[in-house]
């Protein structure tokens, strides 16, 4: 599994978009990037998913230069409810590929400053 | 509605007694999975089965054991032998669908604390 570098933590106030940078130097050819969320003691939550370019959806944007050995999360006009760990998680997900596994670091911290 | 369900939402256990965390889920999803997080930690996966009556080891398995025998279920059993039970513990579960899709619907979570 592709190994990913994000910052701990970050700081922005509401209704500032707020980008978060993730590092995946070893990804692979089938690999997808993908975010999740996670609010204290609560489960992650999937945020979004891509394999090259962008990808926008109702919540964010992901953006992937094409060497793909980068991310881009962005979050537009953030609220106070945005506050929550965003991790990105690198794999290939098609059955069969033997990563049926989700490695979770430790995420980015994000606090959103009224 | 459908989703995925822990429980009990929080355990407490005497250290050296073996305690069991329930999961179930009604998405008929066919793999599924059991995660462990320590304060301010990421999640590490413990176990997870492609399907029924299948399972394989996780990152960190030792001291726990899974059981798949029906679809809907996956219940973890945390064992005396796990050093160091105490962490809040997450089941996800996943279709395979031929999307592509790598979203993993977790559950609730369970805390279980071990004195």
């Known amino acids: 599994l592709a190994k990913t570098t994000q910052p701990i933590s970050m700081d922005s106030y509401e209704g500032q978009e707020v980008n978060i940078t993730c590092s995946h130097n070893n990804i692979a050819t089938n690999d997808y990037i993908t975010w999740y969320q996670q609010f204290p003691s609560q489960g992650p939550r999937f945020i979004i998913q891509?394999?090259?370019t962008k990808v926008t959806n109702e919540v964010a944007s992901l953006f992937i230069p094409a060497d793909r050995k980068s991310s881009t999360l962005s979050l537009p006009r953030v609220s106070l409810s945005d506050t929550a760990v965003y991790y990105c998680?690198?794999?290939?997900?098609?059955?069969?590929?033997?990563?049926?596994?989700?490695?979770f670091g430790k995420g980015t911290k994000l606090s959103v400053i009224p | 509605d459908g989703g995925i369900t822990q429980s009990p939402k929080y355990l407490f256990r005497k250290e050296g007694q073996n305690v069991t965390l329930s999961c179930e889920q009604n998405l008929n999803h066919d793999a599924m999975y059991w995660y462990r997080q320590d304060p301010g930690q990421g999640l590490r996966l413990i176990y997870y089965s492609q399907i029924v009556n299948d399972f394989q080891k996780g990152d960190i398995a030792e001291g726990y054991s899974v059981s798949r025998e029906k679809k809907e279920s996956f219940p973890l059993t945390v064992t005396s032998a796990q050093k160091n039970p105490t962490a809040f513990y997450l089941c996800?579960?996943?279709?395979?669908?031929?999307?592509?899709?790598?979203?993993?619907?977790f559950g609730p979570g369970t805390r279980l604390t071990v004195t």
């Open positions: 996800a579960s996943r279709s395979w669908g031929g999307d592509l899709s790598y979203e993993q619907y």
């Open positions: 998680l690198v794999g290939d997900p098609t059955y069969g590929a033997g990563s049926y596994q989700l490695t």
């Open positions: 891509g394999y090259k």
